[in-house]
Nanobody
Framework: QVQLVESGGGLVQAGGSLTLSCAASGSIFSINTMGWYRQAPGKRRVLVATITRTGSANYADSVKGRFTISRDNGKNTVALQMNNLIPEDTAVYYC??????????????????????WGQGTQVTVSS
């Protein structure tokens, strides 16, 4: 009931920049944490960066100082600005969000149950 749609992936040379965007839609009451994960060929999916509703960000050591995560709570969107890209950043990047789905009762919207959703992924390829 909550859909995430990513955009912004592509092919870039080492040292270049890309910005990924993700928009959440559906029966959303609130979103707690939004984040980006990536999965390289033959490897498991790993955390890249997360950001809480209040703006507290967390980064993987491998991207600190190069990537910046941001979000717009009013639009339910999260972005990942990636600078100084290196070939090791090549992966499929996935957006994730967790929060509460809403239901209407008692003349108001209320949280119904928790959700955790993933986007379909967007490919980022960094050439050397």
């Amino acid at each position: 009931q909550v859909q995430l749609v990513e955009s912004g992936g592509g092919l870039v040379q080492a040292g270049g920049s890309l910005t990924l965007s993700c928009a959440a839609s559906g029966s959303i009451f609130s979103i707690n944490t939004m984040g980006w994960y990536r999965q390289a060929p033959g490897k498991r999916r790993v955390l890249v960066a997360t950001i809480t509703r209040t703006g507290s960000a967390n980064y993987a050591d491998s991207v600190k100082g190069r990537f910046t995560i941001s979000r717009d709570n009013g639009k339910n969107t999260v972005a990942l600005q990636m600078n100084n890209l290196i070939p090791e950043d090549t992966a499929v990047y996935y957006c994730n969000a967790d929060g509460a789905i809403r239901a209407y009762s008692g003349d108001r919207w209320n949280p119904r149950r928790a959700f955790s959703s993933w986007g379909q992924g967007t490919q980022v390829t960094v050439s050397s």
